[in-house]
């Protein structure tokens, strides 16, 4: 959800913070804030909208100089979208400055035992509680990281808080419940963040921080203890892509930039995967091959993009398998009281590794018993850590909203992933696997092919721009290729956007169909399941007879759809469980153009924030 930057050391805090705040605005643009300890006091200054109009701000009124600040980028859940709801927050003496992810359940509770002590609250967000709250507390002790943890035993919810105080003019601290916060250790400065990417141009070391745990940062190094006062044991790690990774590269979007280094994404992904025995191996897997084999089920918990990628999965997995797999959104998983026990294997998938509802579905099947693999883009993060094995997809920062290349490597870790289990269950042999694996291998070149011929998806999508309503259809894994370009379309463009499994037509959504009406549609190869295919033209002819405009997807060499095509789109052949490696990539350039071309802003869409970190 929200960004937030913290900084301590000898450069200018300010242009520290800001810096960091650009590469973070994708995770929150409602409203922007900095503070700055300077003079023996707190400096402030926060508007709502974008972080232009901060930016704007400290060019009318500069905030004096000083070496330590702590900044934010909101996405507003607890109030609107105004310059009083813009972090950070103060208390009333103008001592204390907070900048705040999550939401702290009990805040009504603290707000109403605050106002009755005298305390006068500005805004309407639950995170003001916390500076007037730590201003109490830091009356008493003198000491905000003591403060800091008082005050977070007494929160409910998920959270993320980062704290300045005036008395203490170079410390920065920050506490994590939920949500995420990582540290960057550099020379005689220290930085504070939920993604990396807001200090990777200054340094490449990151601390991890755990679950209820409180960093005091000062020039000269880190503490880090629990909530309790309890020193706490941390990880360090070494961050493996640089500050131009996170920049457009001559792009006009961020999108644009992710949708073209997909190629080179699925690589990375497969980089190393068979070791010099010829067997597939994973990242961190510390569950037995024992255990693999009782498992009698998989369930797969995701959300948005990921969700698609593990409908698809599905297929691979009992085909390669034979286990029975179920696949979940996790924001309802927990709450039907699915049937899970110590033979259940879950795969919780999620680029950020901080996704609410995913980790708290992975919570509820490690109390159920249950084996959990992640699979995740980003080191160190929540999820990876609470799970039993990782796969780690290898996409690089991912800054756009809406998913791209990170939607592409799942799938590539999806199918490491039943090919794993069914090396371990002895239902694949080893040449079996090394064959999905070369054909998986030639995926990036295929990615790169479909990329070199988008210019008339392009045009296409821009004589699209003043329709309200287009339509996706696919079998087998098309059908989740047809939801995925259906919220790709919803995400950036605004319009209304429908996927449906093409052999559900004629069961009520062939209703919708009328004339001039786009319909996309995801042709199965002829190749092998030919049955599918057969019908799926079936259904392109249905819905041409009845005035559909019909955009058709299919594979190079395929014929039999050219008469019922107004808009052909070739792709590569591939293995039919690997078609959707293809498929997807002209349904991410079409929904790209289509906002551009609506004029809408394609890498923040509206309401939406790269990681939602809140249930």
């Not at 054909?439 to 329709?467: F, H, N, Q, Y």
């Not at 690997?578 to 004029?599: D, H, I, K, M, N």
């Amino acid at each position: 959800m929200c960004g937030i930057v913290g900084y301590v050391g000898a450069q200018s805090a300010l242009d520290v913070v800001m810096a960091g705040l650009r590469r973070l605005e994708y995770r929150g643009y409602d409203s922007a804030g900095v503070a700055v300890l300077a003079d023996g006091g707190l400096a402030t200054a926060k508007r709502a909208g974008k972080l232009v109009n901060l930016e704007k701000e400290l060019g009318e009124h500069p905030l004096p100089a000083g070496t330590t600040g702590i900044g934010h980028t909101r996405w507003a859940t607890h109030g609107g979208p105004t310059d009083a709801n813009a972090h950070p927050h103060l208390d009333n003496a103008g001592r204390v400055a907070v900048v705040h992810n999550g939401i702290i359940e009990n805040f009504a509770v603290l707000r109403a035992e605050l106002t009755e002590r005298g305390h006068a609250l500005a805004s309407e967000t639950d995170t003001e509680v916390v500076a007037h709250l730590l201003a109490e507390e830091f009356s008493a002790s003198a000491d905000l990281a003591e403060a800091m943890r008082l005050v977070c035993r007494r929160l409910e919810g998920a959270f993320t808080l980062v704290a300045v105080h005036a008395d203490e003019p170079d410390v920065v601290v920050g506490a994590r419940r939920n949500s995420p916060l990582v540290v960057g250790v550099g020379e005689g400065e220290t930085f504070l963040a939920s993604d990396v990417a807001a200090f990777i141009a200054h340094t490449r070391e990151a601390i991890e921080l755990g679950q209820d745990q409180v960093v005091e940062l000062r020039r000269d190094g880190v503490t880090v203890t629990g909530f309790d006062g309890s020193p706490a044991e941390v990880r360090a790690y070494h961050v493996d892509w640089d500050a131009s990774a996170a920049e457009k590269g001559g792009y006009d979007y961020f999108m644009l930039k992710e949708i073209a280094e997909q190629p080179k994404a699925v690589a990375d992904t497969l980089l190393g995967r068979i070791d010099p025995s010829g067997s597939l191996t994973l990242d961190e897997v510390r569950i037995g091959a024992a255990e693999l084999r009782e498992v009698d089920k998989v369930v797969i918990v995701a959300c948005g993009t990921a969700f698609h990628a593990g409908l698809i999965a599905k297929y691979a997995i009992e085909h390669w398998t034979r286990i029975p797999c179920e696949v979940e959104l996790a924001s309802e998983f927990r709450y039907r009281d699915p049937i899970l026990d110590g033979r259940s294997l879950v795969i919780a998938i999620s680029q950020s590794g901080e996704t609410m509802d995913t980790l708290m579905a992975l919570r509820h099947a490690r109390e159920q018993g249950s084996k959990v693999l992640a699979i995740c883009n980003t080191n160190g993060s929540t999820i990876p850590r609470e799970s039993d094995a990782v796969l780690y997809t290898h996409a690089g920062p991912e800054v756009a909203v809406a998913s791209t290349k990170a939607f592409l490597t799942q799938l590539v870790a999806c199918y490491l992933v039943a090919l794993y289990l069914g090396q371990v269950r002895g239902t694949k042999w080893g040449d079996e696997i090394r064959d999905v694996i070369r054909d998986l291998s030639r995926i990036s070149g295929a990615v790169d092919r479909v990329l070199e011929t988008m210019e008339p998806v392009r045009e296409l999508a821009r004589s699209l721009a003043e329709k309200n309503t287009v339509l996706f259809l696919g079998r087998h894994v098309g059908y989740p290729v047809a939801l995925e370009g259906a919220l790709k379309l919803k995400e950036l463009a605004y319009m209304h956007a429908e996927g449906f499994a093409a052999g559900e037509l004629k069961h009520g959504p062939i209703a919708l169909i009328e004339q001039d009406l786009p319909v996309v549609v995801i042709v199965p190869s002829p190749r092998g399941r030919s049955v599918l295919h057969d019908k799926i033209v079936s259904n392109i002819q249905e819905i041409r007879a009845r005035g559909a405009r019909t955009i058709v997807i299919a594979e190079e060499g395929d014929e039999t759809v050219v008469p019922y095509a107004d808009h052909l789109i070739r792709i590569p052949a591939t293995p039919t469980l690997l078609q959707p490696l293809v498929s997807a990539v002209p349904l991410q350039v079409f929904a790209c153009e289509l906002a551009t071309a609506r004029g809408n802003e394609v890498d923040q869409p509206r309401n939406l924030a790269k990681s939602v970190t809140v249930e």
